[in-house]
Every structure is written in C-alpha cells, then in structure tokens.
C-alpha cells in the first residue's frame, strides 16, 4: 500500500507562483510514474503534469512552460513548481501514483486559487 500526501496549495494572484509537494510513503517501488491532477470546478479531474522512474517529464498543453514536475528520490518527493499562474489553473489539485495498468495511489487533494 501506498500513501500520498499534498501540501502547498493555497491562494495567489494571477501572475504568481505557488509549489506544491507529494510525499509519498509505503511500498512506492510498485510506483512507476508520478502526476499531478487538476480537478477544476464543475469539471472533470485532468492530468497536467507526469514524471517516470526514469525521470522523463510530460505536460499537458495549458501548463507547458509553465508548470515544472520534479522528484527528489532522497525523501520521496515530488513537487510541482507552478509558475505565472491564471484564473484557469484553479482547481483540486492531486498527487497520484501509476502502478500498471492504473492511476491506483491518489492524495486527499489540495486546493489552488488563483484570483486578484
């Protein structure tokens, strides 16, 4: 079993910056991808950002260039730096857990609100 824990959400204007962290615990070795899930208001749950064991990254198209995942394999982290922020990035975010053939390990989620 494994378990997930974001922090760092949180309320920011447009234009700023917030990071966002996963820690993760249990027997993350069955993990083999990491991601970040946005789940706007009325909306459904969507993948922004993913990053492999072997340490290759994807985005989704609204957050390219300015959304970066990373990992710190030290202390079972990952992080999610969100740079120059719009109204359209709020949402639940959620740190998840891919163990084949699935998106099977999910955090309770934390809330991002970007408005002036």
């Known amino acids: 079993q494994v378990s997930l824990v974001e922090s760092g959400g949180g309320l920011v204007k447009p234009g700023g910056s917030l990071r966002l962290s996963c820690a993760a615990s249990?027997?993350?070795?069955?993990?083999?991808?990491m991601g970040w899930y946005r789940q706007a208001p009325g909306k459904e749950r969507k993948l922004v950002a993913v990053?492999?064991?072997?340490?290759?990254?994807n985005y989704a198209y609204s957050v390219r260039g300015r959304f970066t995942i990373s990992r710190d394999n030290a202390d079972n982290t990952v992080y999610l730096q969100m740079n120059s922020l719009k109204s359209e990035d709020t949402g639940v975010y959620y740190c998840?857990?891919?163990?084949?053939?699935?998106?099977?390990?999910w955090g309770q989620g934390t809330q991002v609100t970007v408005s002036s």
């Open positions: 249990g027997n993350i070795a069955s993990i083999s991808a």
């Open positions: 998840s857990g891919y163990e084949s053939p699935t998106w099977l390990y």
């Open positions: 990053i492999t064991s072997a340490n290759t990254t």
